[in-house]
């Protein structure tokens, strides 16, 4: 029976892993198109050459939020999107992708709220740009903390469009008969004119260097029409170009086919590595490996919950299996992320939380191990879930491999300072997340089991020592860089401030602990408010915008970060309150 | 009696509840002078919270006086050597006992740094060479001979001097300075006709007109100090003068064929040495305006050294060079201009003495007590 038990958990896991690489594995082609291997196609943009597929995703999350939309009853992936609004932005402009949510916004574009979020198509808005670029110009200059929520929505709306705008004209000028008419009609009076519109609106630059000497120089295609307008020659990737273009815009899926396989070889013969990196990365794209991660380890903790009240001998298992192949799925992605980008795995806020999340699992799984009560899983399968649901979120606010500002351009210090110091956040997190459950679990479970009580107090009281430690090691790294960067060991920067507060209530707790102030209960309250801390340190720092470390700021986060802040507090209560405060009375005299 | 009560202290001072409410205390402070920095800049936060013995008027937790950094720090250092004296001196915890000791150097050096570290800044062109560096925000009134167009005498006055007014005298010239008013922080404009007229009779002050302004202390803002001061030398006076931040030419005067400048200015000092700035640098990712590198390329001249050789200065690359830190911090006129950032700390040590006693600490200690856990697993076996 235990025989039975143990392959059926682990035939979940390995189930779960093959779900993954079927994500991970090519779509059909979109009405005959090749669209992913448009999509794989390299370009430059935002300092570094990526996937066009990367360039689609990123562009459509920030538009609408997804990376994908229904459309004409059927599923528009970012590949095929791209393509529409590159190549026919007459069919693009018509589809629904801007959402927005804000009601003074949909009254200004002369629309009503219908729905919980109301999409709009390039077309319904373009009436109205002038009024909502008005709006924007006016509310640009105040500084993003001072805004009100129309004028943070409406430049918010602002740039979505701009993007949009850009996104059709920079291969051809919306509108126009396209590229194959730009390279018929060299020369003549308007074409320079059209040219530099193409040059100032590109978005990125498409194709590749051409001489060897100076391998950044991507050009855009209006700088290309521009060369070979001035009588230069043409550059070789833009036939190839043209007949795509040509090819989508007549609805014939072999000629485009066709020309992709050539585009591709001028590619190869021009930058040789460019499209193996870039179909590398697009191949991690569609995996999804963290969405993916997300979902194993929000069935992983359902299982766990399940095991409580029915079938524990084969659900607690099951769980562990799943969180096992949650964690590998996260392992990948994290390794892809790192040799993809050639960078330490923590390089902006969105990869710390990337790497907390993959932090606290990986502990839980240890503490799973160690003391095989279910308590290792379900915390690791929850702190694994909720900070990749964190890094989706803040994963919408553009590439996510973004290229470093020059003052963290050091692998070495990344690789060190930030990793021991996001392996603190990570385990105060943990160590909070199971303070969180020893306290639901004494005023849900029925009967008092004070052995487990124990073991998760070890748990938590282990795991805060290891965190201490780590998030102090990482705080002196910290000083010591920037001693070597900036001539200061510590500069009572936001930041800094920020894990030393964690350095702090970590050393706190240990020091109450030990000197007997505080015992099992307290130290799990502590524990909780340790979560506290930690998310302020880790974004509320990003939102008081000032210091040499703030490199970005996020509005929205505010309310989820204070939303968080009060259901720990509550927590801490819940933790504090007796047992018996939840027991009704009358059961408790039977 | 005495020896109760100092037992008594001693038992405080040594006491848990010590370290817990100072560690706690600290957090406070933390975070107070992390919020006031939105207003105060950092520098004006950390001086109000972190370098004082006593925050008297603190905004966040009803005005009531709160104890400063500096002197929780100072209580934190005994508690930390009154624990670390306390530990019985066993192998069993000589772990601790190291840990502990880094955090008293680490205490040590912080309070180094809030005493003595010294932050100028360098500006230089390209192609000028420069030989001070200059404070961001103390001003001195610089009194400058410039009769010898080969060599300038300078003879500067700190700000702090003349806010005490009264007379000033120059050593080393004829001239004492009458401070006649000193504005820490002001504005000026031109007079309106039919204005008061200005306290100043000479040079371009009679012409401004002056409103003192609250000083300010935020990073990016400059307090445009400015003073009326009357030079006197060999008993003649040579008249009021208005001199300002704000004042962009100098104005100078003639003593017995000696001519002075008078100039208000961000303190300088001189240095020994020069730097003449070669190529500054300022790369960004290809088709962005993301910065990639910033860097200065600059000659060091130093005549007492018989030195004089180029040296890079880039991002976590600075120069140290007797006793300061040079490291790029900014840059200005269409990347002609390069800010380098000096730090003189003489602490700066510390923090890695620090570092390694803490790290071999902790090695010490968790191998002490994975032996610990091993023989108490094998004493179970046994057992």
Known sequence: MAFVQKYLAWGAGVLALLVALIVALPGGKARGFDVSGFGTLPILEGGRVKPLDSLARNSLLAIHSRQGFRHDGRMVGPDEWILDVLFRPQVADQQPIFVIDDPEVISLIGAKQTKNRNYFSFADLSSHLDEVQKQAASAQPISAQKRTRFQSAIVNLFDRVYLYYKLRNTLQLAGSPGLGWELQSLGTPEAALRHQDLTQLAHFRMLPPTTAANPDAWQSVGQALTAANAGGSVHPALVPLAKLNAAYVANDAASFNAALAEMNGVVTTLKPDALGHASNELIFNRAQPFFVGLSIYFVAFLALCISWIYKPEILRPTAYALLFSGAIVHTIGLAARIILQGRPPVTNLYSSAVFVGWGAVILGLIVERMYRKGFGTAVAAAAGFASLIVAQNLGTEGDTMEMMRAVLDSNFWLATHVVTITIGYAGTFLAGSIAIAYALKKHIAPKVDVETDKALADMAYGIICFALFFSFVGTVLGGIWADQSWGRFWGWDPKENGALLIVLWNAIILHARMAGYVRERGTMVMAIFGNIITALSWFGVNMLGVGLHSYGFMDKAFVALTTFCISQAVLMAICYAPARFWVDPSQRKA | ?383
Not at chain 2, 30 to 42: D, I, K, R, S, Y
Not at chain 2, 170 to 189: D, R, S, W
Not at chain 2, 294 to 303: A, H
Not at chain 2, 341 to 353: A, D, F, K, M, R
Request: hydrophobic share 45%; charged share 15%; aromatic share 10%.
């Open chain 2, 1 to 383: 009696m005495i020896n109760a009560y100092a037992s008594r202290i001693w038992n405080v001072l040594k006491s848990f509840q010590l370290t817990i409410v100072l560690l706690a205390l600290l957090m406070c402070l933390v975070l107070f002078c992390t919020l006031a920095q939105v207003e105060m800049g950092t520098q004006g936060a950390v001086n109000a919270y972190m370098r004082s013995f006593i925050v008297w008027n603190q905004p966040l937790l009803l005005r009531l006086p709160f104890p400063g950094g500096a002197l929780v720090g100072l209580l934190l250092t005994i508690n930390l050597i009154a624990k670390t004296i306390d530990i019985k001196l066993s192998w069993q915890k000589s772990g601790m006992w190291l840990v502990h000791a880094g955090l008293v150097v680490l205490f040590a050096g912080e309070f180094i740094a809030g005493m003595m570290q010294v932050d100028t800044n360098l500006t230089i062109e390209v192609g000028q060479t420069v030989n001070f560096v200059q404070s961001y925000k103390q001003m001195e009134l610089a009194v400058i001979d410039v009769t010898d167009p080969t060599w300038d005498e300078v003879y500067s006055v700190p700000d702090t001097l003349l806010a005490k007014g009264g007379a000033v005298a120059i050593p080393g010239t004829p001239i004492t300075l009458n401070v006649k008013k000193f504005y820490p922080n002001a504005e000026l404009a031109n007079l309106a006709p039919g204005a008061p007229p200005s306290l100043a009779n000479a040079g371009v002050g009679a012409g401004v007109s002056i409103v003192e302004k609250p000083v300010v202390s935020a990073d990016n803002e400059m307090n445009q100090t400015s003073a009326f001061v009357e030079p006197v030398a060999g008993g003649r006076s040579y008249g009021t003068w208005l001199v300002s931040v704000a004042l962009g030419a100098p104005q100078s005067f003639t003593h017995e064929g000696r001519t002075y400048t008078l100039a208000m200015r961000l303190r300088r000092q001189y240095l020994p040495y020069a730097f003449t700035l070669k190529q500054f640098r300022h790369d960004v990712y290809p088709g962005t305006d993301i910065p990639k590198n910033f860097s200065s390329l600059v000659q060091v001249v130093n005549p007492s050294r018989n030195e004089s050789r180029e040296v890079l200065i880039y991002m976590n690359q600075p120069l140290r060079y007797e006793g300061k830190t040079f490291y790029q911090a900014s840059f200005g006129k269409n990347d002609t201009l390069s800010v380098l950032s000096v730090v003189e700390n003489p602490g700066w040590l510390l923090p890695y003495v620090s570092c390694v006693l803490v790290s071999i600490g902790l090695l010490v200690h968790f191998a002490i007590v994975l032996r610990r856990s091993l023989k108490r697993r094998q004493d179970k076996k046994e057992g």
